[in-house]
């Protein structure tokens, strides 16, 4: 069946660091993709979406490119902030959606 | 536009009782899924409702079953408590098509003694 595999965490990044959390998927035809946040005793936020190959879904200075070559759509920032720490949740929606685990970033001052 | 609502927010209940939790989609939402989060698991998918109809279903046993309403609010119930379903359940609702995201309420916190 259809799938996401995301990087493990936690991780934790000082201040104005680059993140790049890692997310994989397998499925037939073609998916949509996403990437959800969420924030503590929050539900999940809409971070940014790709509907189709080499789209790129970007949002709040975060980005992802929808790679179809190596089925891949890999969350990355160039300067996190210390309000972007919570936990990332990448997802793809063919007949359902299906989510990853989840990635917590921790970022410190 | 209002978001998804879901209430109550946080319930305890003791094994072996039943509970019902509601969700209200945002305007216009024909879709509604219910999923399970839990520290161990992650996100899990419950069932998928659309048009007062079941159109997707998760590996859960019968004891939770849910289902919607003409005007899109859905309800989920879990039977016969036990203390693994403790956790925060989240619903989330979403247009047709198969490009729309799905936007999340802010969960239910279900702890069961």
């Known amino acids: 069946g259809d799938s996401v595999t995301q990087m493990e965490g936690p991780v934790t990044l000082s201040e104005e660091a680059f993140l790049t959390i890692n997310c994989t998927y397998t499925a037939t035809g073609y998916p949509s993709l996403f990437w959800y946040v969420q924030y503590p005793g929050e539900g999940l936020q809409l971070l940014l979406k790709a509907t189709k190959a080499d789209d790129k879904g970007s949002n709040k200075g975060f980005e992802a490119t929808y790679r179809k070559e190596t089925t891949s759509f890999h969350l990355e920032k160039g300067s996190v902030q210390v309000s972007d720490s919570a936990v990332y949740f990448c997802a793809l929606r063919s007949n359902q959606f299906y989510f990853g685990t989840g990635t917590s970033l921790t970022v410190i001052p | 536009k209002a978001g998804v609502t879901q209430t109550p927010r946080y319930l305890i209940k003791t094994r072996g009782q039943q509970v019902t939790l509601s969700c209200s989609p945002i305007s216009g939402h024909r879709s509604v899924s219910w999923y399970q989060q839990t520290p161990g698991q992650g996100l899990q998918f419950l069932f998928e409702?659309?048009?007062?109809?079941?159109?997707n279903k998760g590996n859960f046993p019968g004891r939770f079953s849910g289902r919607q309403f003409s005007n899109s609010r859905s309800e989920m119930n879990v039977s016969t408590l036990e203390l693994g379903d403790s956790a925060l359940y989240l619903c989330a609702s979403g247009a047709s098509g198969p490009y729309n995201e799905q936007f999340f309420g802010p969960g239910t916190r279900l702890t069961v003694l």
């Open positions: 409702y659309f048009s007062e109809t079941q159109r």
